[in-house]
């Protein structure tokens, strides 16, 4: 168990021509669960692989509890990897592969046989032991894999490449519960990259948002979902992703496309901005409000999405199954102003301001 | 609805691929067999003879020691090349232009016609101005065209520089084909460079060691070109492997129904040891398998229980 810190790490593949993960410090607490969530190519796997020791960091330093650990090989450090596919020894039995790590470091074997009793019993292994993981379900080669990095005691943190990417879809659940359960079991850090934003929201404490080699934010599924503080937080995060307008900002008064949309929290901007609100708060009023043209809406079971245009602008509407609405008339919609986000170059700088009692609706 | 007739016409696309493969094996194979059995004294005058050429081939002591010499050597070259193989794909630049560079130069001997392979060999072999020759006279007389050791030895160096880059290659293909995780997952376990080729490699190069096996078993068995243009079997009949002593029957003695006979029992050795070899490779993956190794893991557990039964039941009795 071990807190484990970046010190302005950054990594180049082509020898600082352009950089796959650009300077990052971060700490990553000691029993928490992470995700790195983002596209591919964002360079999460790089981090990822920056901490196992695979890649030597072009720049900057890591250090577990206070350590240096920079220069040190992967087996030198306390780290645990996964996979996006299931890593076995093919000829070796579930247990033989169990050992092998405390084998390799010369652990006696009463001591061996002690932990991979205690691991094999963690993951419910225990009947399939002396079988071959090869004969196993893909599910339970992964979990095999992860037994592999827990079976060490001093392991600091297990990191996770996607690893549910080859699990077939109805186990993908059970797995991403089991490895729930197994963090709480046992208290080690949890590292899980993937692009799956609903597998790092359920997962994780913490969510770092990455894109094109930087962390855009970091926070829980809440933060990232209701206080977006860059457009790709919004842009990423929920289905559909958030609308975004261009608009100016004069007189304390947002202006989106020849309409007033209201005013802005902080009294201090004016200029282009670009206005983020995402489906889920752009709600149907009864008074006041923006006129807008039903283009399409589409029944998806519990919920309706609705496409509006505003002047040649579409945006999106996630609405309430029982609204009676259809396409083709015009109706009056508000955004919610505390979830209507002003943004400057990517970032959010301020909200819409919350109307006074009685304007809203 | 579907009201399309069914009926095994698709059958009839086989037919081009039927016909090819009758006339470049069937129709020969069923010729040869067809001299086998019957004693041709000219043309229009033949003599059935039923199974009496094979039992001449199989008897003769000529052709028996031959056979023991095709042993011996798929044997060691086997034994050489195939571990060779691997150190050399071992040793190969993973990738960049030093990767692209060193696969052209493994695979030089492969793209040299065999009889010039030969006469290389039979050039470099030569006591007085070859390479090989001269060198090993430094150490004591060499000479292959009299001693058959010497002979033997310039036969099966000859196969090995002519054919471990085929290993070399086929390993090579396989090692690139092992995603780099395993070798990352293996630096975590804190594995050794020999654990590593113990149990990640290996393992995985086992379907390319199955055809590189096979490939050199079938073509070391059935090698002519090679020693008979380097030592023509001799010195003696040293040398003297099945497929020159076939050339011989058939086309010196002119003598078709011992040769063709020959042929088939040749033909069959190799059908039947490929067959063995890939039987067994392929044990592991063949339907069954893991209904096989199920089996055994509750046989195993079974016995585990019968003997904690017979401890439970030996520890009341003590008390």
Redesign the interface.
Known sequence: MATIELQNIAHSYDGGETFALKEISMTWEDGKAYALLGPSGCGKTTLLNIMSGIIKPSHGRILIDGVDITDKPTEERNIAQVFQFPVLYDTMSVRKNLEFPLKNRKVPADKIQQRVAHIAELLGLEDQLDIRPGKLRSDLQQIVSLGRGLVREDVAAILFDEPLTVIDQNFKWTLRNRLKRLHLATGVTLVYVTHDQTEALTFADDVLLMKDGEVVQVGSANDLFLEPSHEFSGYFIGSPGMNFLDAEVSNHEVVAHGVHLGPVADTSLSGPHRVGVRPEFVVPVEKGGIDMDVVKVENRGGFQLAQLALADQKIMAKLDADLEISAGERRAFGFVPERTFLFHDERAVSTMKPMSAGAAR | MNTKKKNNRAWFLVLPVVLVVAFTAIIPLMTVANYSVQDVLSPDNRVFVGLEFFRQITTDPAIVAAFQRNIIFSTQILAIEIPLGIMIAKLMPRRGWKAAAALVIVAIPLVIPWNVVGTTWRVFARPDVGLLGVTMNQFRPFDIGNTPADAWFTMVMMDVWHWTPLVALLVYAGLRAI?D??Y??A??????AV?VFR??E???LRRVLMIALLLRFMDSFMIYAEPYILTGGGPGTATEVMSILLAVIAVIQFDLGQAAAFSLIYFLIIQIFSFIFFTVLTLDERPGA?KR??KK?KA??RKREMADDAASRSGVTNE
């Open positions: 995603p995780a395993y990352q997952a630096s975590i376990d804190g594995a050794s654990s149990f990640v290996l393992p995985k893991t190794a199920e893991v195993e557990a």
